[in-house]
């Protein structure tokens, strides 16, 4: 019997997922809800490029073709890679394009038996023979809607889209008091370079966050405005960014990325013996976060803007959240058409945003909420069944540990 298998998302992790299932034997139908394949890849800021070295974020089976010679790819040649990725191992025949998940249910099992088991369909089997998983599709373009019943689900939605996390404010702090724009900056990458560049120009754009989608639209609306108009940065918490992935001339896959390194991380569920390994590797964890800490605060001027973090290197890349900085961003900085702030909160009022612990606000006429995604609410909100969304965001002890 033909066992369907069901991926949803045709990023890099779906399409991965759609080979491995073809040369398994299973037949896989691959929902996305872009018109393309490329996840992420597909809508970002025109400006980006891969921050890590492309020989460390290339396919196993499908290297990077020999003629392209920078280390660094842009959004335009990352795409492209991944669209002949595809192409080589003909993945696009099994993709409905446009194609828009609903909502997926397990069919075949009631709450209360659900609950009682204590692994999937009550045995562990990734093929139950309890029943099968409904997926509820749309079509973008047409609004029909289908229904798949397939023996298995893989989830390839990916954390950094379509959810924006939208802060919370005070009754009257928030946007509905500014008399400017409020957009989030899954808008703003919505917009191809020259709608973008076009919608800022002239414009006192504030940014809040301090991540990397929030330093790239920094740059680019710093090259449209300069200093006329400056844009004005935002931050909460400082995050250890780095200039490049050399620090001392050392390459930062010997570092960080390798079987040993893996050893340095404390990872949830390991054993007992992993975190006695751990604990008596830790001087070693420590000496490296603070080689690379001394990189960065030796080629970078975070001392003269107050960017120096409170927590170290370790903590950050244990959590995936530093980032390179953009080319010549700190000549932005130098020069004015870009200010940096820091603030523990702030709030809305009529001319632009008010800071904690500031009399003046920032006058602003666009406020773009560079703030994330909420990846959680995304992946809860796809399943209809609660005992399925608890499985996402429930207790500690139910919480399935998704790998980021």
């Known amino acids: 019997m033909e066992r369907k298998v069901a991926i949803v998302g045709a990023g890099l992790s779906g399409l991965i997922a759609c080979k491995y299932v073809l040369s398994k034997g299973y037949k896989p139908i691959v929902f996305e809800s872009k018109s393309k394949l490329g996840g992420v890849w597909t809508k970002t800021v025109e400006t980006t490029k891969l921050q890590s070295e492309k020989d460390s974020y290339q396919f196993s089976d499908f290297p990077w073709p020999e003629s392209l010679e920078t280390v660094h790819p842009d959004k335009d040649q990352v795409l492209a890679y991944i669209e002949s990725y595809a192409q080589h191992f003909d ?35 990734g093929f139950s023979n309890k029943g099968k998983w409904n997926i509820n599709a749309e079509n973008t373009s047409t609004s029909a809607s289908e229904v798949h019943r397939v023996d298995f689900l893989i989830l390839c939605l990916g954390r950094f889209s379509e959810v924006p996390n939208i802060p919370d404010f005070p009754p009257n702090k928030g946007p509905e008091v500014f008399q400017g724009q409020v957009i989030h900056a899954k808008d703003y990458i919505d917009m191809d370079y020259d709608k973008a560049a076009n919608f800022v120009k002239g414009k006192r754009v504030t940014i809040v966050g301090s991540m990397k989608f929030a330093m790239d639209i920094a740059a680019e609306c710093s090259a449209v405005n300069g200093k006329d ?10 995050h250890w960014i780095l200039p490049d992935l050399r620090p001392w001339g050392v390459p930062f896959a010997l570092l960080y990325f390798n079987r040993f390194s893996e050893l340095l991380l404390r990872k949830p569920g390991q054993g007992f013996l992993h975190n006695i390994l751990s604990t008596a590797l830790s001087p070693v964890s420590w000496s490296i976060s603070k080689f690379v800490e001394s990189y960065v605060k030796w080629k970078l001027p975070l001392a003269k803007y107050g960017l120096v973090p409170e927590h170290s290197f370790l903590d950050d890349i244990s959590s995936c959240t530093f980032a390179i900085w953009p080319d010549n961003f700190f000549d932005r900085v130098d020069s004015g058409s870009i200010v940096l702030k820091k603030a523990d909160g702030f709030g809305f009022c009529k001319q632009g945003v008010t800071l904690n612990g500031e009399l003046e606000p920032v006058k602003s006429d666009l406020v773009i909420l560079a703030t994330g995604f909420n990846g959680e609410q995304k992946l809860r909100e796809i399943f209809a069944s609660p005992r399925l969304q608890g499985l996402i965001t429930g207790s500690a002890s139910s919480i399935v540990p998704l790998y980021r």
């Open 91 to 125: 993945l696009a025949r099994h993709i409905r394009f446009s194609t828009k998940v609903v909502s997926i249910a397990y069919d075949g099992a009631d709450e209360e038996e659900m609950n009682a088991w204590s692994m999937w369909g009550g045995t562990g089997e």
């Open 229 to 238: 108009n400056p844009c004005t940065m935002l931050r909460r918490t400082c």
